[in-house]
């Protein structure tokens, strides 16, 4: 009997072994355990399809722009009033939509409800189609883009928490490349798409069911934000994960104590992107009337931009990874875009060079730029920043589209690329500003990537000595020795250090943060 049970107990599962299989889930698959390589490849996977649907349908207006104009009998200056009216609502509901992530709905309810505003939003601009009534076209455009950039801001949100790390670069790279697939396959598919159904309808009514069919795209990502929220709360649940662990609660005023770091990265990304999503919204008429290309060349060359980015940008993302240097990368992105305007607007050359060179600076620009937003914002606040970094974005855009096509009506293609070259002078200004500013303050934006980890490694083991002086002179005798292994924030420890000098706590701490500061001051 002793050696039966000495065998019995060599062959029972340890709580040790029990724990991980609970955590792997499905008795141990690795398709199942969301630390694994598959599980976390699958979760990308749906976070690219997330907004793939949504920018698909982001350009259908600029793939049609010349039959839009003729069906509808509307003028460029009408025209813009598509994409415009599309980034109106993002000033205001990329904040609300982030803070709502962080505070209220969650990132994955939030989620599936933007994207449900999409597929509306894309339904009724082609409903506003059929029915040849503009207005409607333009109020589904703004019900889009109340979902559509704010949709971005949870894919932001979404890669910075399962990736957050050294692959984080990569990620934002391939997320914006299935993106572009997006915008290319559009560029590609909807001319054939209207002249097959102009077989069947004509004039407006053409153009809506055209649409329609655009908007299926859409109803593909809903699912996928369906199937990532489970994902998601799936290794929540197994891993026992806590997304906020510093306990700390995003209030919307944190926005004015952002540093001035974030706002100067978010100046330089409206005045590049002003130069990159008008000039393709408008670039197939561009194409015809300079280069005298048929609406298939034209649609084929303005795509390219689109193309060279779905290509480019994990790779720049993964070389990112690799040598850092964030700062540097945008630096070069910017001058890589100004020569291919310059291009574009002063020569005759093969346009194909000039929009190539426009989506290698474009895919440079985004692998370095937003993963910066994660270095000098909390991770708490990610969902926040990245709605502010959205709607800054958007409000240039909505200004800039609108007088872009003033600019057409007026003045012509020229005087548009002039304009644009003047807006990627001001980023290109901004990135030197933002370099000369981090350089003084730690330089943490334009580090290498074996710098920024050993700087990663000190801060942590500095906020382990100061636990440690802390337990060292009793200050923390109600603290068990579980507590001590939980990581603790820059929040604990600020409040720590004010007990032992006999500060009092902010009177801008909300009712949680004054509990948790509470309990740390005892």
């Excluded at 976070?47 to 600029?62: E, I, K, Q, R, V």
Aim: proline share 3%; net charge neutral; aromatic share 12%.
């Amino acid at each position: 009997m002793d050696n039966i049970s000495r065998v019995e107990s060599v062959n029972a599962p340890t709580s040790e072994d029990d724990s991980e299989q609970e955590q792997q889930g499905c008795g141990g698959s690795s398709c199942c355990n969301p630390k694994s390589c598959i599980y976390r490849f699958c979760g990308l996977v749906l976070m690219c399809l997330l907004g793939f649907g949504s920018y698909f349908c982001y350009d259908n207006p600029a793939a049609l722009q010349d039959n839009f104009m003729s069906d509808l009998k509307i003028n460029t200056s009408q025209f813009v009033y598509l994409y415009s009216w599309y980034s109106w609502p993002s000033v205001v509901f990329c904040v609300v939509g982030g803070f709502l992530m962080d505070r209220v709905f969650g990132i994955r309810l939030g989620t599936v409800l933007f994207a449900l505003l999409v597929v509306i939003g894309v339904s009724v601009v082609a409903l506003g189609a059929i029915l040849n009534k503009f207005w409607l076209m333009v109020a589904g455009r703004f019900i889009f883009g109340i979902g559509g950039e704010t949709l971005a801001v949870a894919q932001n949100t979404y890669a910075v928490l399962w990736f957050k790390g050294k692959e984080l670069n990569m990620v934002f790279g391939l997320q914006m490349s299935f993106a572009r697939v997006g915008s290319t396959v559009n560029f590609s598919v909807m001319e054939p798409i209207y002249r097959w159904v102009s077989k069947y309808y004509d004039g407006y009514t053409c153009t809506g069911v055209v649409l329609f069919l655009a908007s299926i795209t859409t109803v593909v990502s809903l699912l996928s934000t369906i199937i990532l929220a489970w994902m998601d709360r799936r290794a929540e649940r197994l891993l026992k994960r806590r997304d906020n662990q510093s306990g700390e609660v995003v209030r919307i005023t944190d926005i004015k104590d952002f540093p001035l770091s974030f706002w100067m990265i978010a100046l330089a990304c409206v005045a590049y992107y002003v130069a990159i999503f008008p000039f393709i919204a408008l670039g197939k008429v561009f194409f015809i009337r300079k280069f005298n290309m048929t609406p298939d060349e034209a649609n084929t060359v303005n795509s390219i931009v689109y193309t060279i980015s779905a290509v480019s940008s994990p790779l720049f993302g993964i070389v990112v990874d690799k040598l850092g240097r964030n700062l540097i990368c945008c630096f070069v992105s910017i001058l890589v875009t100004i020569a291919s305007h310059a291009i574009l607007a002063f020569t005759f050359m093969n346009p194909f060079f000039g929009t190539s060179l426009m989506g290698l600076g474009y895919s440079m620009l985004a692998s370095g730029l937003w993963p910066m937003v994660s270095m000098v914002i909390p991770e708490h606040q990610l969902g926040t920043a990245y709605g502010v970094m959205q709607a800054v974005q958007n409000l240039g855009l909505a200004l800039i589209t609108l007088l872009c096509g003033i600019i057409v009506d007026n003045g012509g293609y020229l005087m548009l690329e002039v304009f644009f070259l003047a807006c990627l002078c001001i980023a290109l200004v901004t990135i030197v500003v933002i370099y000369l500013y981090d350089s003084n303050h730690g330089g943490v934006l334009n580090m290498s990537a074996v710098d920024r980890e050993v700087y990663e490694k000190n801060r942590i083991s500095a906020e382990d000595l100061e636990r440690e002086k802390l337990v060292a002179a009793g200050s923390m005798s109600d603290i068990t020795p579980q507590d001590l292994l939980q990581p603790h924030s820059d929040f604990h420890i600020r409040n720590r250090y004010l007990s032992r000098i006999g500060a009092n706590l902010p009177s801008h701490y909300s009712e949680n943060q004054k509990g948790l500061a509470y309990r740390a001051l005892r």
